[in-house]
């Protein structure tokens, strides 16, 4: 039996773009939700100024919380040297570093070129190795890497040609963004296969939104390209706030529903996890949740393929 990993991105990426600030404690309650219901990876935080991203005032104390259950890897988001600083300093097990392939959307995400973007991945590296942390993980996660609603087409070329570079610069994982829901399908086998090449093992996680509707399809052909982990958002919560038009994540309801009844192992209760969206009611009264499972309720009886054989 195949098991994918499920990363719960939503208190990162989920969170980031509402004008609403969810309070401490309830997403104290959200981790506590998707953890009673089987999630073991999550990403948190982001270690950014509180001015620019009010939303992530509060990510230390979110990520000690996290750090709370031992066997749940908490990761986080740090788009430079000093954000890598304080989330090295948090205890986070892994850093997400955002190099976009657009040089558009990276002007306006990090304010720097790609490939300076690029050297700032490597001084965060040296970072990690200078503080003797050397089991944090540094991912390079590659930004509008299948299209960008500032540039339109991206070139494969350009992901390919910035992938080695990251690979150089010392990240231990490469996770391929559809930052702005621009992927489909064919493209997504056809990217996976050219940076597999190139990242061999390394490339492991996929991150889909589903703006055009294409974020389960794209996620069931990157399993079956070889990819074992995927980020999603609980009720599709979320977008980049500096990519217009990028509206939510996959659902990971609906997308631990697609994996489970095609009989891949999430370890994950769904109907644990259906339930837990009430944190978000309450902690988001005005916020619109989405997911098919979720308004449709579970098939009469059902039990995940993998329970079946």
Known sequence: ??????????????????????????????????????????????????????????????????????????SVL???????????????????????????????????????????????????????????????????AFGCTRQGDVPLSDLCELTGHVLEAGCDLVSLGDTTGYANPGQVATTLQAIRAIAGDKLRAAHFHDTRGLALANSLVAVQQGITELDSSLAGLGGCPFAPGASGNTVTEDLVFMLQSMGYDTGIDLAALIASRQVLRDALPDEALYGCIARAGLPLNYTPAASRA
């Open 78 to 144: 740090a788009p430079n040297l000093r954000g890598c600083r304080d989330a090295l300093e948090s205890g986070a097990h892994r850093i997400i570093a955002p190099v976009s392939v657009s040089a558009a959307h990276s002007l306006a995400n990090v304010r720097r070129t790609p490939l300076e973007m690029v050297e700032e991945l490597a001084r965060m590296c040296q970072l990690r190795s200078e503080m003797g942390l050397h089991n944090v993980q540094i991912i390079a996660g590659m930004s509008v």
């Open 1 to 74: 039996m195949t098991t994918i990993t499920i990363n719960e991105v939503g208190m990162r990426d989920g969170l980031q773009s509402l004008q609403a600030i969810m309070p401490t404690t309830a997403k104290r309650q959200w981790i506590d939700a998707a953890y009673a219901a089987g999630v073991r990876h999550m990403e948190v935080a982001s270690f950014v100024p509180a001015r620019l991203l009010p939303q992530m005032a509060d990510a230390r104390e979110v990520v000690a919380h996290a750090l709370s259950y031992p066997d749940l890897v908490v």
